[in-house]
Structures are given as C-alpha cells and as structure tokens.
C-alpha cells in the first residue's frame, strides 16, 4: 500500500483515481455510441469540483455498443493500478436504468458491510454517482431519457494487481475495487489504507464478528493467529501505521468488545510515546524518551544509557532480554496499551509485542 512507502522530499503531482477513469471512459463509450463518431479526449467534472481532461482510446464502436479506455494516471501516488488500462463497454438498454456489470479485472463483492451489496461489481458509490450522472445528461441532451445504460468496467491485469490490495481481505474477489470519493488521487495520502482498515472492521461486524485481531502486516498476523485461534480470520485487519484511526473506527463501532493487537518493536518504540501515526516519515523512536523509560522501569544509568548508543529500536533486545519477565518490556507494553485504550476506552484490549524473529510478550497482569 501506498502509505508504507517512504515519501519523496520534492514537490508532489497528483493524479486521478479509478473512478474518475471509469467515468471518462463511460463519458466517451455512450458519446461514440449516440453520436457514432470517435473521440480521443473527454472532459469531466470531479466531485472535487474541478474539470479533468482525459486521453482516450476507442476500442470498439458499433451500432449497438461502444468500447473505450484509458490509462490511469496516479500522479506521484505509488498506487498499485498507475499505469493500469481501465475500459468501459456501454450499451442502451431498455429498463430506464443505468446499471453496472462486472468485466475482467473489477472485483466481486462476495461478503457483507461494504456499501456495495454482495454479488455486485466492486464500484463505489461515488464512482457509480459519477458514471449515472454522465449518462443521464447524454440521455437528456439527444432525447434518449427512455433508454437506460448498461455499463461494464474492465481492468487489465486487475486480478494481479488486486493481489497487492487488501481486497481478498475484505471479500473483493477477482480484480480491484474502481474507487475515489474526489476523483483527484492526493500522493502519500494514506486515504486508501485507511478506508480499507474501516472496510475490515465494517466486514467482520457485518459477518458477526465482535472480537479484532490487529496486526502491522502479515508478518506479525500468522503468528497471532496461532496464539489466539478463536479469533476467526475475517476478523483480521492491517493496521499498517495507521493506529489512530484504527482504534478511532473500533471506537466509533460499539459492536466490537474485545481486541487483540500485535506490534513489532520499532512501533512500539514509537507508540509507547504516544505516536499514534508510526510512519517513518512522520515519527521517528525518540532514544531519550526510550532512556527515561528504562530508568522508570527499574534499570540503573549505566544500564539505561546503553539506549542512546542504539541506531535503530529493533536493537534494544541488545540490552534488555526479549522475554516476559524482562521489566522494560512490560513498561514498554503498559505505555503501548494506555495510549490505545485511551481513543478506545470501551474495549477489552490485549497487546503483544512482537520480534522480527516471531518471539512475543504481552503485559503479564
């Protein structure tokens, strides 16, 4: 995901989201089809409130349907479909509606609490606003208001690339999800993972689910599986860096009563600070803060300054034994666990700190 990477230090181009592509695609394929001529560019309006202007291709253009694409444009976002060829098929139909099918490529909703009901393609509502909206006025300008529109979104290579998302996770099978509240991609935003980790809880409460398993990434998760088997895996969400608004949706979402969280040793460095955005390029472990810690927790000066010789978190087992007993972790743990009981004080909450070899702790009360 796009917020996992290190941000570049110059200025940043913005792009333009799936959604927005499916439109001027949409935009196109039903203008070629009414009118029966092609076009190589089209403009539309974004819900932000500004006018793009597309480069298209006609891929096909008959009398009864119309084909176009174009390739998306993520700006300096490093979004896993830039550079990925989306394409609209459009065909009037009969019904009055504009309805949306699924091509190659665009992903199945095959599980409750999304917006988008199971056994629909995955596009959000504000791209399919954004797609209904353009076809009703080309209806309206060549007195076609009877007609509806049937609209299918294809992605090339949208299986593959749906394998860098959280989409299976959430229960979008067999492509990606045409997305964007903005039309406008923002660079290193974030935006995405964090709808993705309020899509995970929406699912596992939808599904039943009342107790998380939250994990950094995958490496931490299988591990915590193990330890707490009962926790069923649709219940299991990437928090990434984003503790903050992780532990803000678990407390938005009275549904949930009990969560377990895993967190490797240089977030918790962080963390234990009361850093909830752990993203390098935000917060960095602070080692005289780690130092006082240590001193808090019982260890003498000569033992505790050792701290500020360390280049980097993962390195403290260099002083302090990674074990249970071990004081510093405990404090360690305490400080992690204060900081995300106090934005989601309603939940019972266990943390476990994890090492890059797979060995835990948890707070031993």
């Known amino acids: 995901m796009s917020g996992l990477q290190n941000i570049p230090n110059k ?27 092609s076009l190589t560019t089209v403009k539309v309006h974004l819900p932000v409130g500004t006018l793009a202007v597309f480069q298209v291709d006609t891929i096909r253009l008959t009398k009864t349907e119309a084909v176009y694409a174009t390739v998306k444009d993520a700006g300096d976002d490093p ?16 019904t009055g509606n504009v ?18 009901p199971v056994g629909e393609p995955a596009i959000n509502p504000v791209p399919r606003r954004m797609m209904t909206v353009v076809c009703e006025k080309i209806l309206s300008d ?12 294809a992605v090339k290579d949208g299986a593959a690339l749906a394998k860098r998302t959280l989409n299976s996770r959430l229960g979008i099978l067999h492509g990606i999800s045409i997305l964007g509240t903005t039309g406008i991609v923002t660079p290193f935003s974030a935006a995405s993972y964090i709808a993705s980790i309020q899509q995970g809880i929406d699912v596992a409460i939808a599904n039943g689910k009342t107790a998380l398993l939250l994990n950094s990434g995958a490496r931490s998760e299988k591990m915590l599986k ?10 299991c969400v990437h928090y990434g860096n984003w503790i903050q608004e992780t532990f803000e949706k678990i407390n938005a979402t009275p549904q949930v009563t009990k969560v377990v969280m895993g967190i490797m040793l240089g977030k918790a460095a962080k963390l234990a600070q009361g850093h909830t955005n752990t993203h390098s390029g935000k917060t960095t472990w602070d080692k005289n803060f780690i130092y006082e ?3 808090e927790a019982g260890y003498s ?12 978190a993962g390195r403290l087992k260099e002083i302090f ?30 943390v476990y700190l994890i090492a890059n070899d797979g060995a835990h702790i948890t707070h031993a009360l």
């Open 11 to 37: 200025p940043l181009r913005s792009g333009y989201t799936t959604g927005a592509c499916a439109t001027a695609c949409t935009k196109a394929a039903l203008l070629s089809l009414v009118t029966q001529q």
């Open 79 to 94: 979004d896993v479909t830039h550079g990925a060829t989306i394409s609209v098929a459009v065909a009037l139909n009969t």
């Open 99 to 116: 309805l949306f099918k699924r091509g190659e490529g665009v992903g199945l909703v095959t599980l409750p609490g999304l917006e988008i």
């Open 142 to 153: 060549y007195q076609l208001e009877t007609k509806g529109v049937t609209i299918t979104v």
């Open 226 to 235: 193990a330890l707490v088997p009962e926790i069923d895996p649709i219940s």
């Open 293 to 295: 810690l240590a001193l």
């Open 301 to 312: 000066k000569p033992v505790a300054s050792q701290v500020l010789a360390l280049n980097m």
């Open 321 to 350: 034994t990674f074990a249970e007993q071990e004081k510093f972790y405990q404090k360690l743990i305490e400080r992690c666990h204060y900081h995300c009981q106090n934005i989601a004080p309603n939940v019972a909450l266990q």
